[in-house]
């Protein structure tokens, strides 16, 4: 998924376990300039 500045996109996640999972900017560069997160089921 591709967002724009400024621009709000939303999308349906539905778990199938439980865990702490790693997420990053796939753009390159991005996810070493520190455009990380973390999301916990």
Known sequence: ???KADQT???KFIPKETGTF???CS???H???G???QITV
């Open 35 to 37: 455009m990380v997160g």
């Open 27 to 29: 753009i390159p560069g």
């Open 31 to 33: 996810e070493e300039a």
């Open 1 to 3: 998924m591709n967002a």
């Open 22 to 24: 790693e997420l990053y």
């Open 9 to 11: 996109v939303r999308i």
